[in-house]
């Protein structure tokens, strides 16, 4: 089972009171997890795999306060319609064929809490995506890119960006020979003549997934609209990590928009 942890206090906040460690424990054993480690400063639990809205802090909170009745019933989340289209192409279908897309606005991002939103991706496609061949995510902001936004695929030399942690522009076929996540997940897409991306109006590569995503939409604290893309080769597996990406952040702050996904060209 994978292992995830979290502050202590960070847990306190999002629970909206102080509790003790030991009351804590005494309630986890009713969310089905294991705990390896709790007390003042960090708790370490075992998550199992039918419960990976879990492998977030967010979404642990939103157990426990039920369990603890703090918060009882389901969370309710309002969801607008953002006006943004995603057209995706046929080209993709035999690559990776599934997306989904969502915004969050009105949202403020802290240091610990890009943190967080980097950890439950990160433990999303380790597990949840089986290494990011089922299931991988984008996560950018809004205000670096132009919708509409367009899901393609292309050949190896056809487009180049500047991928994530670098400086340099580099082509897809360059990503996946040179660049660090490039060569940890080029096996995700051996076989295939061509790579799926995400494209902005502009032909912005905002993603080159389940490789990387740009540098250009890096969040930062001062990211107030993200564009959340989410592609994989199992349709529920895409929605589900979706939901749990977007509920996290909508249980700290933001207001969640639709995108409107289409087939065909834009």
Same mark, same amino acid.
């Given at each position: 089972? !994978? &292992?995830? *942890?979290?502050?202590?206090?960070? #847990?306190?906040?999002?629970?909206?009171?102080? /509790?003790?460690?030991?009351?804590?424990?005494?309630?986890?054993?009713?969310? @089905?997890?294991?705990? *390896?480690?709790?007390?003042?400063?960090?708790?370490?639990? *075992?998550?199992?795999?039918?419960?990976?809205?879990? $492998?977030?802090?967010?979404?642990?909170?939103?157990?426990?306060?039920?369990?603890?009745?703090?918060?009882?019933? #389901?969370?309710?989340?309002?969801? *607008?319609?953002?006006?943004? %289209?995603?057209?995706?192409?046929?080209?993709?279908?035999?690559?990776? !064929?599934?997306?989904?897309? @969502?915004?969050?606005?009105?949202?403020?991002?802290?240091? @610990?809490?890009?943190?967080?939103?980097?950890?439950?991706?990160?433990? $999303?496609?380790?597990?949840?995506?089986?290494?990011?061949?089922?299931?991988?995510?984008?996560?950018?902001?809004?205000?670096? =890119?132009?919708?509409?936004?367009?899901? %393609?695929?292309?050949? !190896?030399?056809? $487009?180049?960006? /500047?991928?994530?942690? &670098?400086?340099?522009?580099?082509?897809?076929?360059?990503?996946? %020979?040179?660049? !660090?996540?490039?060569?940890?997940?080029?096996?995700? $897409?051996?076989?295939?003549?061509?790579?799926?991306?995400?494209?902005?109006?502009?032909?912005?590569?905002?993603?080159?997934?389940?490789? +990387?995503?740009?540098?250009? &939409?890096? #969040?930062?604290?001062?990211?107030?609209?993200?564009?959340?893309?989410?592609?994989? &080769?199992?349709?529920?597996?895409?929605?589900?990590?979706?939901? +749990?990406? =977007?509920?996290?952040?909508?249980?700290?702050?933001?207001?969640?928009?639709?995108?409107?996904? #289409?087939?065909?060209?834009?």
């Amino acid at each position: 089972m !994978p &292992t995830t *942890e979290f502050a202590f206090q960070e #847990l306190c906040a999002l629970l909206g009171r102080q /509790v003790r460690p030991d009351e804590v424990r005494d309630s986890i054993s009713m969310l @089905g997890v294991d705990v *390896e480690r709790i007390d003042s400063e960090k708790i370490v639990i *075992e998550v199992f795999p039918n419960r990976p809205d879990m $492998l977030g802090i967010e979404g642990f909170s939103r157990a426990l306060k039920g369990v603890m009745d703090i918060d009882r019933g #389901l969370t309710e989340y309002r969801t *607008e319609d953002s006006g943004i %289209k995603l057209y995706v192409e046929s080209s993709v279908k035999e690559v990776r !064929p599934y997306i989904s897309a @969502g915004v969050v606005r009105d949202i403020s991002l802290t240091q @610990g809490h890009l943190v967080s939103l980097m950890n439950i991706q990160e433990k $999303l496609h380790i597990t949840h995506g089986r290494n990011r061949k089922k299931v991988a995510i984008g996560v950018h902001d809004l205000s670096k =890119v132009t919708p509409p936004f367009v899901y %393609k695929a292309v050949g !190896p030399e056809e $487009l180049s960006f /500047v991928p994530l942690d &670098t400086d340099v522009r580099m082509s897809l076929s360059e990503i996946l %020979k040179k660049h !660090p996540k490039g060569m940890a997940y080029a096996s995700t $897409l051996r076989g295939f003549s061509k790579y799926p991306v995400i494209l902005d109006k502009n032909i912005e590569v905002l993603s080159f997934p389940p490789i +990387i995503n740009g540098e250009r &939409t890096r #969040l930062s604290e001062s990211t107030q609209a993200v564009f959340i893309d989410v592609t994989g &080769t199992d349709r529920k597996a895409v929605a589900q990590a979706m939901n +749990i990406l =977007v509920a996290g952040l909508l249980d700290r702050c933001g207001i969640a928009g639709s995108v409107e996904i #289409l087939e065909g060209n834009c």
